[in-house]
């Protein structure tokens, strides 16, 4: 009993490393938002050169995920990870020590590429690590829950560091936490070698995906300031596009692609990914533009805001990690994210009816608590799914699809949001509405595009993805081949 209960206590103790590492990486795509205003004064950015701090991680880490999960493949999951946050904790440092703008976005830069390696191979470890499903169903509920409430948690801790020492400390507190979590992972992660590079060493292949996703997320991102129609956005979207075409056929003709097309036979993991892009749309939009609204509307300061996500968050972790295992493993993944999606989007359209002078407690909570709820009991679902498809061999490229999909659609998402939001303000404003009111017309529009882009994943749950049998029901067969299990 004793050299059985051991390593089980460390695959979960690996776990719980591997989810501090992520949780570390989703934590850098919020808590940078709420100390702006101070790096801006401190550091004297203009308004439209302070979101290259935000934009200079989010374009490598959005245009390196594909490729990051296809090299853990290759190389070995553990190492490109190890290598992923050695890289993002030194940029780490080099962000807390920046003494000017420059260093600050170079760093940035450096930070999105460690926080890609680091977090494409994260899911695909799990998955190796708790094939049993009761135990894999839970293990993802982990990671969910990291995934999904880390966003607002950085909006909490970001206002917390930023008030009570300075900018400097929400880089600063990355440091321990690499190190520390790169010490266990050597410990108890480990170690199985990849395929080699001989078995998807396309080199060309990698530069097109990778020069197309970069491409389309700095266009994305421009939209904001150039807008849809500008010959800058079109001609950007339009040579992305065509780039990833062009990755696609050179995938299919061959002997060894980057990216094994097989992959997207699976229905499953189709659907799932294509269901994550929307659903974040409408989840980045409430963080993103929910700050603004009590910022800006309500008069909450920085550390408010988080105090005020916190709700979400804490509700968010307890379905995420105590109760959607037991929804997956009871009626299966694919039954649970139908209920969940439709929350979702009745959160949404909540939001949209928020008055200038909301309460917290009558016109937020409330929306709050439902967009938790879904989202806490659909994304393990989610991930369950979009990992069913994948071989071993392809685990590392499944889990790195799901990223991209999560941080690219959420990146498309709020470019989309922000600008509808944007572009409907400014016209109130023309019009002699007050401020307030306009910014907050403009949020309704947003967050009903958000609701109608959340029924559309409602839709493809019902109609594309396929109900499989309950994890029960697949335990109740491997209940006569343990051995296999545990391997």
Not at 132 to 157: D, H, M, R, T
Not at 194 to 205: I, M, T, V, W, Y
Not at 305 to 313: E, I, S
Not at 373 to 397: E, H, R
């Amino acid at each position: 009993m004793t050299t059985t209960a051991q390593p089980d206590r460390n695959r979960w103790f690996a776990l719980y490393v591997l989810c501090a590492g992520m949780l570390m990486i989703v934590l850098d795509g919020t808590i940078v938002n709420v100390a702006l205003p101070s790096i801006q004064e401190d550091l004297h950015f203009s308004q439209a050169n302070l979101a290259w701090v935000v934009n200079a991680y989010l374009i490598p880490f959005g245009g390196l995920l594909l490729l990051a999960g296809r090299l853990g493949d290759l190389l070995g999951q553990r190492r490109v990870f190890i290598a992923g946050l050695a890289i993002f904790t030194i940029a780490s440092a080099l962000c807390a020590a920046s003494p000017d703008q420059g260093v600050l976005i170079g760093a940035r830069f450096i930070q999105g590429i460690g926080g890609a390696l680091a977090s494409a191979v994260i899911l695909a470890m799990i998955v190796r690590m708790f094939p049993a499903p009761n135990e894999q169903a839970k293990a993802i509920g982990v990671y969910g829950f990291v995934a999904s409430a880390g966003g607002s948690i950085g909006l909490l801790l970001g206002g917390v560091l930023t008030q009570a020492i300075s900018w400097h400390f929400i880089f600063v507190i990355n440091l321990p936490i690499g190190v520390l979590v790169g010490w266990l992972a050597l410990r108890l992660v480990d170690n199985p070698d990849g395929l080699g590079l001989e078995q998807g060493a396309d080199f060309p292949g990698a530069a097109l995906v990778t020069v197309a996703l970069m491409l389309g997320v700095f266009t994305i991102l421009q939209i904001t300031e150039w807008g849809w129609v500008d010959a800058r956005t079109i001609a950007g979207l339009a040579l992305a596009a065509a780039l990833l075409v062009a990755f696609v056929r050179r995938q299919g003709r061959i002997a060894n692609p980057l990216m094994p097309l097989r992959l997207f036979h699976s229905r499953n993991v189709v659907g799932a990914n294509a269901v994550q892009a929307l659903l974040v749309v409408g989840m980045f939009g409430m963080f993103f533009l929910g700050a603004l609204y009590l910022q800006k509307v309500l008069g909450y300061s920085a550390l408010e805001v988080g105090l005020a996500f916190l709700p979400t968050t804490v509700v968010m972790g307890g379905l995420s990690l105590g109760f959607s295992e037991k929804l997956i493993m009871r009626f299966g993944p694919r039954n649970i994210l139908i209920p969940g999606f439709i929350m979702v989007t009745l959160a949404l359209l909540l939001f949209a009816r928020t008055p200038v002078d909301g309460n917290y407690v009558t016109d937020l909570l409330p929306p709050f608590l439902l967009i938790a709820v879904g989202i806490g009991t659909s994304f393990p679902g989610i991930m369950t799914l979009a990992m069913s498809g994948a071989t071993p061999q392809d685990a590392g490229l499944a889990s790195g699809l799901l990223n991209t999909s999560m941080q690219v659609g959420g990146a498309v998402g709020l470019a989309v949001l922000a600008t509808l939001s944007t572009e409907r303000t400014k016209s109130l404003e023309a019009a002699g509405h007050a401020t307030a009111s306009a910014l907050t017309s403009g949020y309704h529009v947003a967050y009903l595009v958000g609701a109608v882009l959340a029924f559309a994943s409602v839709l493809i749950a019902i109609f594309v993805l396929k109900p499989a049998p309950t994890p029960e029901m697949s335990e109740h067969g491997r209940e006569h081949e343990p051995a296999a299990a545990e391997g």
